[in-house]
């Protein structure tokens, strides 16, 4: 069945099943996906997705081992308009946040923003801009509330000026040196990424480096 599909449709399977194995590995990591059989059966009644046509696949999977019992994929299949975050919480596509952790979508889970820049859709570029103002926001608010509460001198984190200057770049869509740039100017700066102090920290990765700078 597989021979009668367009290359479209069989990247479409392999996202699906793709999606399905990291949902797995998140909610059931007993399970070796690298063992798995995987099958598909390919419905003929074609289905819309995004506008483009395509064959919808069932998939259905059983370990290599006999003994062990089947695990059927479409059971970890997230629903149409969802993403899934690497805590293994699905949320609306509307969120920008994740329901299950607070954390903020990543960027990979878009479908154009980073493999296919040219085709991002408004959607997309208005999720990243809605990120944005509220990452802003959030900060804005949190500084205001620390200075109100908190002496500063004893309530601190210590976070590598070379991040900070890169998620500075990303808020306001003002790239700097290392930023990272999406080659279609309507998306602009990226995320930087989680926060990573590395420069701070002596070979063995855990002892502050010598006459470091408060900014």
């Not at 290359?7 to 996906?33: F, H, N, Q, T, W």
């Not at 003994?67 to 609306?92: H, Q, R």
Request: net charge neutral.
């Amino acid at each position: 069945m597989l021979e009668e599909c367009e290359d479209s449709e069989l990247v479409y399977m392999g996202k699906k099943i793709d999606a399905a194995l990291r949902l797995l590995a998140v909610r059931k990591p007993s399970v070796a996906a690298d063992r798995l059989m995987i099958s598909v059966e390919v419905d003929l009644n074609m289905s819309c997705v995004g506008g483009f046509s395509y064959y919808e696949p069932k998939i259905q999977s059983a370990p290599l081992s006999s003994g062990d019992k089947p695990v059927s994929l479409e059971e970890y299949a997230i629903p149409p308009n969802y993403w899934l975050c690497t805590c293994g919480a699905i949320t609306s596509e509307k969120e920008l946040m994740c329901k299950g952790c607070g954390t903020f979508r990543l960027v990979e889970s878009l479908a154009n923003m980073l493999d296919n820049p040219s085709k991002v859709t408004r959607e997309e570029i208005n999720l990243l801009e809605r990120r944005r103002e509220l990452e802003k926001y959030i900060i804005c608010a949190r500084d205001l509330l620390t200075k109100d509460v908190i002496d500063m001198e004893d309530c601190w984190y210590l976070i590598s000026t070379e991040w900070l200057n890169q998620w500075k770049a990303f808020v306001f869509n003002k790239p700097i040196k290392g930023s990272r740039v999406s080659s279609n100017p309507i998306i602009g700066v990226l995320p930087p990424g989680p926060i990573t102090n590395h420069k701070l920290l002596l070979k063995d990765k855990k002892t502050l480096k010598e006459n470091l700078q408060r900014v």
